[in-house]
């Protein structure tokens, strides 16, 4: 008698663990759609891969003609493998051609293909020029290139575009340095962080839920992290006199300015002007001081091979702390992508420098 009763019991628990199961799992379900209906774009039910392994030095490229939703991002790949619709050209005196190279920041993670700083870019550049010119912007980033990758790119397509000006948007994790070095110390040692295997951080990263989990986690902990960082950066800072993480030597110098000086006679080549720029970190806007020698020396490389540089990171310290507490500028839960306003920021500084060189002239060029 005393064993049905326990039978009994045992079939009522059952029961009710799996009700809450199932309650449980449509709660996730929910909160899964909920949170990508929040995301940037059309509504997507599941994340798809939008890159085919290429070449070993370029590691993927984007698929051609890919639309779909990837890690908060929605992307529009033309069949050439650039972000948005398909540009048409038609070399007419008129129209400005402008290529624009970098990672993440110049692709535009986290935002939409309209408010990325290239097609910002353009429809400015379509307000200011003169005479019914038209501009037509190329948006030639990838998430996680590097200068070399910038290099090959607009080797392989400098002869079909024909561009009159070439935009290289530099990251500080584009080279070893100071800030980065201080940047990786401070997150890659979380303990949270190293716990789970970056293939599993991979894995979930395709759920909206856990996208919005890790940019809760950040905000919660930016404070803290900050503090951490400018206590490294202090000590990192007596160590190096040269803006370089500890233990490289300056010969990463030395392979930016051989990237730099391909471009340069690459652009040569199609009449076209370079103008290079370095995207600041989170921490270097917030922050009350911040090492300026990564930005200083890439400067002097550019300098050398006489092209034009400027640094986003005043403007942006500017911008954010106009208010208090000061702007954001950077996406939530992310130290290095900025923002649809900060990336009007980023175009806002191009046109400027561009007016400022009589760069957007070149639209009366004879093809």
Not at 82 to 103: I, K, W
Not at 197 to 211: E, I, K, N, T
Request: glycine letters at 8%; aromatic letters at 10%.
């Amino acid at each position: 008698m005393a064993s049905h009763g326990n039978e009994s019991l045992l079939r009522r628990l059952a029961k009710k663990l799996s009700i809450s199961a199932v309650a449980l799992l449509l709660a996730a379900v929910g909160l899964e759609l909920v949170l990508r209906a929040m995301e940037p774009g059309p509504f997507s039910l599941f994340d798809r891969y939008p890159y085919v392994e290429s070449k070993p030095d370029l590691h993927v490229r984007h698929k051609p003609g890919f639309v779909g939703r990837w890690d908060a991002t929605w992307y529009e790949i033309d069949e050439r493998g650039f972000r948005g619709e398909a540009q048409p050209m038609t070399f007419g005196p008129d129209e400005l051609r402008v290529v624009c190279l970098g990672d993440s920041c110049t692709f535009g993670k986290g935002v939409l293909d309209s408010d990325t700083w290239p097609r910002q870019l353009e429809a400015r550049l379509d307000a200011t020029l003169d005479g019914g010119g038209d501009a037509v912007v190329f948006n030639l980033g990838l998430n996680g290139a590097h200068p070399r990758v910038y290099r090959q790119f607009l080797e392989e397509h400098v002869e079909e575009l024909k561009p009159n000006l070439i935009l290289i948007g530099y990251n500080i994790n584009d080279f070893p340095n100071t800030i980065r070095a201080v940047d990786e110390k401070v997150f890659n040692e979380r303990t949270l962080r190293t716990l789970i295997p970056q293939s599993v951080r991979d894995g979930f990263g395709r759920l909206a839920m856990y996208r919005k989990a890790r940019a809760v986690y950040y905000d919660t902990q930016k404070a803290r992290d900050w503090k951490a960082s400018e206590k490294v950066a202090s000590e990192a800072a007596s160590e190096s006199d040269d803006g370089l993480a500890e233990g490289v030597s300056s010969e990463v110098w030395d392979l930016q300015r051989q990237y730099l000086s391909d471009i340069r006679e690459m652009a040569k080549a199609s009449e076209a002007e370079v103008f290079v720029f370095l995207f600041p970190y989170e921490s270097q806007v917030f922050l009350d001081t911040y090492d300026r020698t990564p930005i200083v020396t890439l400067s002097k490389v550019c300098e050398d091979l006489g092209m034009s540089f400027f640094d986003l990171t005043d403007r942006f310290r500017s911008a954010a702390r106009q208010e208090t507490p000061p702007r954001q500028l950077f996406l939530s839960g992310d130290r290095y992508h900025p923002n649809a306003e900060g990336y009007g920021i980023v175009a806002d500084v191009i046109l400027e420098e561009l007016i400022a060189h009589d760069a957007v002239g070149h639209a009366d060029r004879d093809d």
